[in-house]
């Protein structure tokens, strides 16, 4: 069984900084992809950033410049650094991860349940 576990969400003003933490644990033989998305209220999910197994990162126009994403293969663990966050940054944070299971051949995206960020004065 895989979890996989966001934490480092929170209120922050106008042009603060926040890191996201997203953690995998459980039967994993490797992950592939990581990737953040957001969902804010009543708007639909929408990628962030992403990071591939070989460190190579995207990012959405919208965040590009403020946003870095990371990884930390040994831990499981991909990070989001958010700096000059705006109001319009305020939604739920989700990580997505691309797991081999020990006991399957092909890897499979799991979603956490999500932290919240909020971006108010």
């Known amino acids: 069984q895989v979890q996989v576990v966001e934490s480092g969400g929170g209120l922050v003003q106008p042009g603060g900084s926040l890191r996201l933490s997203c953690a995998a644990t459980?039967?994993?033989?490797?992950?592939?992809?990581m990737a953040w998305y957001r969902q804010a209220p009543g708007k639909e999910r929408e990628y962030v950033a992403s990071i591939t197994s070989l460190v190579s990162t995207g990012y959405a126009d919208s965040v590009k410049g403020r946003f870095t994403i990371s990884r930390d293969n040994a831990k499981n663990t991909v990070y989001l650094q958010m700096n000059s966050l705006k109001p319009e940054d305020t939604a739920l944070y989700y990580c997505?991860?691309?797991?081999?299971?020990?006991?399957?051949?092909?890897?499979?995206?799991?979603w956490g349940q999500g932290t919240q960020v909020t971006v108010s004065s």
């Open positions: 459980g039967s994993i033989a490797s992950i592939g992809d």
């Open positions: 997505k991860a691309g797991i081999r299971i020990t006991t399957r051949y092909n890897r499979v995206d799991y």
